[in-house]
């Protein structure tokens, strides 16, 4: 029962262009959002979160948006450089502080 | 460094056979996180750790235990492993307040069995 679906395995973008990673959830209990980036051979490292009391929080070139009637959250990208070609994982934090991650979005950059 | 060390980075081993992986928290972390990644899967949640004291549990398997030491290292330990054990293993630690940046995860160690 995945609570945090990723339903893109992978996603290319050309670099320059905006990458778009989604992410829905099902529990309307989740009230902390986060994202992760993972490179091969290394951790998920902590990437940007939100709030549900937002439906946007920016910080550089990522911004995540939260739609909370439609349980859905995306991450922009922009402009995509190579170096944010890697796995991104969507994650949520539940009531007991545990965090609750997506299968992950591969995202390639293209030169 | 994210300053959670795992170890070993690598482990391969026979079916039956059990292993233990290491976890040290960042340094002020009291929280340990162990989480399995299979193949084709997320990151899934087996087991935390709050001082010593087990705090949650997830999907973790009979043949599966972990503890945490008083001087917060941890460790998972893996029994009578079947060829469905083989993943990455990652650990993650976080302090107390609101995890506003989540947890901090160590690189792994990746198990394979054969």
């Known amino acids: 029962d995945q609570q945090v679906k990723q339903n893109s395995p992978s996603l290319s973008v050309q670099e320059g262009r905006i990458s778009i990673l989604n992410c829905d959830y099902t529990?309307?209990?989740?009230?902390?959002f986060l994202w992760y980036k993972k490179y091969p051979a290394e951790g998920p490292t902590f990437l940007i979160s939100?709030?549900?009391?937002?439906d946007k929080n920016e910080d550089g070139r990522f911004t995540v948006f939260l739609n909370k009637s439609a349980k859905h959250l995306s991450l922009h990208i922009v402009p995509s450089q190579p170096g944010d070609s890697a796995v991104y994982f969507c994650a949520a934090l539940d009531r007991d502080d545990k965090i609750i991650f997506g299968k992950g979005t591969r995202l390639h950059i293209l030169p | 460094d994210s300053g959670v060390t795992q170890t070993p980075k690598h482990l391969i081993t026979a079916t039956g056979q059990r292993v233990t992986l290491r976890c040290s928290p960042r340094?002020?972390?009291?929280?340990v996180y162990w989480y399995q990644q299979s193949l084709d899967q997320g990151l899934q949640f087996l087991i935390q750790?709050?001082?010593?004291?087990?705090?949650a549990k997830g999907n973790i398997l009979e043949r599966f235990s972990a503890q945490q030491f008083p001087d917060l290292h941890s460790e998972l330990n893996l029994s009578s492993l079947e060829l469905g054990d083989s993943a990455l293993y990652f650990c993650?630690?976080?302090?107390?307040?609101?995890?506003?940046?989540?947890?901090?995860f160590g690189s792994g160690t990746r198990l394979t069995v054969v």
């Open positions: 939100i709030s549900s009391i937002k």
């Open positions: 750790y709050y001082n010593g004291e087990e705090r």
């Open positions: 340094s002020g972390d009291l929280s």
């Open positions: 529990n309307s209990m989740f009230d902390y």
């Open positions: 993650a630690s976080s302090g107390t307040g609101h995890l506003i940046y989540g947890y901090t």
